[in-house]
């Protein structure tokens, strides 16, 4: 069983900056496409960034363009989504998602292994 964890999150000014990971137990995220979402619960989960299998960018939410960079390191098995010039209301749970094969889309439901997700808190 595929697990996926994040690390990174926790509390920073406005303006500031944070770099979250996400690494896979049981499985692996080279090979597949990884997203990262955000939200307080599953239901309200909102697209942030989706990078492809190889490393190409494929995708971000508009809230991130500008101030938010995705990447992989596919010899650490990790991606990573580097987060800089925070507002307040980035604050939320923060989660990576290993997409199903050839899914580049943002629908929560073309990703199939979730992290537990790690908070971000950005004070004003």
């Known amino acids: 069983?595929?697990?996926?964890?994040?690390?990174?999150?926790?509390?920073?000014?406005?303006?500031?900056?944070?770099?979250?990971?996400?690494?896979?137990?049981?499985?692996?995220?080279?090979?597949?496409?990884?997203?990262?979402?955000?939200?307080?619960?599953?239901?309200?989960?909102?697209?942030?960034?989706?990078?492809?299998?190889?490393?190409?960018?494929?995708?971000?939410?508009?809230?991130?363009k500008g101030r938010f960079t995705i990447s992989r390191d596919d010899a650490k098995d990790t991606v990573y989504l580097q987060m800089n010039s925070l507002k307040p209301e980035d604050t939320t749970v923060y989660y990576c998602a290993r997409a199903q094969k050839g899914n580049r889309g943002r629908s929560v439901t073309g990703y199939n292994y979730w992290g537990r997700g790690t908070r971000v808190t950005v004070s004003s």
Do not use: K, N
């Open 1 to 64: 069983q595929v697990q996926l964890v994040e690390s990174g999150g926790g509390l920073v000014q406005a303006g500031g900056s944070l770099r979250l990971s996400c690494l896979a137990s049981g499985g692996t995220l080279s090979g597949y496409p990884v997203g990262w979402f955000r939200g307080e619960d599953e239901h309200s989960r909102e697209f942030v960034a989706l990078i492809g299998w190889s490393g190409d960018v494929l995708d971000y939410a508009e809230s991130a």
